[in-house]
């Protein structure tokens, strides 16, 4: 086991204090100082998701985060999270790692992952995985190809280091996802619109009509609800209580408009599929350097109303509406909002490379595979 506190001359320190939490948040701002393809997250939503009086996570998380540190900088940081429902669910005593970052020397990355794996084998776990997050809607995925793509909200950017890092520390693929930008045509696409039609009227569904946010907010649970069932089999996933789910109604619907989140209900008024989807805030995250205040607002104000690209952040169909054209009335939805707004590409945001039904409803659109993350797994002998 590595001493605490000292690697060569890479000090590691656990934090202890809001104040050095805050450095932790602070770091990628110098690492990536002058780099066009990183997007900082929003610093506040990052304090809110790392807070234990903050994060309702916690309720069946654990959680340690280090700072490494040489000739008195900071030169890497990790979190190290312990989820029992990750355990429970997948029978896998597995400790997750996210946001890590670390200058191009392998002793700071080794110092930091030595602290992730002695609490790991401490705590009786078998192996270390990531990065994930405390849930599916963190960001998760290490970068391994798109390193000169700008990244969104929603995603990890890391330097091309990154993943020789762990591969040398004896870190191994275990799923990727990919990533794709599509470019949207002038005018809707006549195989989807059909479908899309035919759909609509065997299956007796309806589009909600909206128009104030405030409409979005009655559907917000049954959303969060439907988008647990649909991706309780996707890589990491783990169940969402009734507190996370309000912890996150209040953080993102405030940016979210009824445009940009189509719902599809059936005749009973029950929710069949949504999307989310919003105007793309890489560039005004950038402007804003992830804050809000004084003046990062506008930024993210001036993105959300005018706006050449746009992020596609969920998409979810009931079970047993699966394979009957349901997508199809999502993307035509869609797409005609995308030209009355003039948005002209869209960046699908992760998907797992095996999941062909999802890359499969793109098949009428021009698009490009431009990026693809990993998740590095290393399990303990013995």
């Known amino acids: 086991m590595i001493e605490a506190g000292n690697f060569m001359d890479i000090h590691v320190n656990e934090i202890t204090t809001v104040k050095e939490l805050k450095s932790f948040i602070q770091f990628p701002f110098e690492l990536y100082r002058g780099n066009p393809y990183w997007v900082p997250a929003l610093q506040f939503d990052e304090l809110n998701t790392l807070r234990r009086d903050k994060n309702p996570a916690f309720e069946h998380c654990e959680a340690r985060y280090w700072l490494a540190y040489r000739g008195g900088r900071i030169v890497g940081r990790v979190a190290a999270i312990l989820n029992r429902k990750h355990i429970e669910k997948w029978e896998q005593r597995y400790m997750r790692i996210g946001w890590i970052d670390f200058i191009d020397d392998p002793r700071v990355s080794e110092a930091l992952m030595l602290r992730v794996e002695n609490w790991a084998k401490e705590t009786g776990m078998t192996a270390v995985h990531g990065p994930l997050g405390f849930t599916d809607l963190d960001r998760e995925g290490m970068l391994v190809e798109g390193f000169n793509e700008l990244s969104t909200l929603a995603t990890i950017y890391n330097h091309p280091y990154y993943p020789q890092h ?3 520390l004896g870190y191994t693929k275990d799923t ?7 470019s949207v045509p002038p005018e809707p696409n006549e195989t989807i619109a059909r479908i899309a039609d035919i759909s609509m009227r065997r299956c007796k569904l309806k589009i909600l009509e909206l128009h104030h ?12 609800k439907l988008l647990d069932d649909e991706y309780k089999h996707l890589y990491g996933t783990v169940p969402l209580t009734e507190k996370q789910i309000e912890a996150y109604v209040n953080q993102y619907f405030g940016f979210v408009t009824p445009d940009f989140v189509p719902m599809i209900m059936d005749q009973n008024n ?27 607002f506008i930024h993210l104000l001036r993105a959300l109303k005018k706006n050449d690209r746009a992020d596609l952040y969920l998409v979810a169909v009931r079970s047993e509406y699966q394979g009957k ?55 303990f002998q013995g």
């Open 213 to 224: 946010k405030k409409e979005l907010l009655p559907y917000a649970k049954e959303l969060f």
């Open 166 to 168: 762990m591969e040398k």
């Open 325 to 379: 054209g349901v997508n199809a009335i999502l993307m035509n939805k869609m797409h005609g909002v995308f030209n009355r707004l003039g948005i002209k590409k869209i960046e699908s945001n992760p998907e797992l490379e095996t999941n062909q039904n999802v890359q499969g409803q793109w098949k009428h659109y021009e698009k490009r595979q431009h990026k693809r993350r990993r998740v590095f797994i290393k399990h």
């Open 270 to 296: 029950r929710m069949v599929a949504f999307g989310i989807i919003m105007p793309s805030l890489s560039l005004a995250l950038q402007k804003a350097k992830g804050q809000l205040f004084p003046f990062g």
């Open 176 to 182: 990727d996802w990919v990533e794709y930008e599509f």
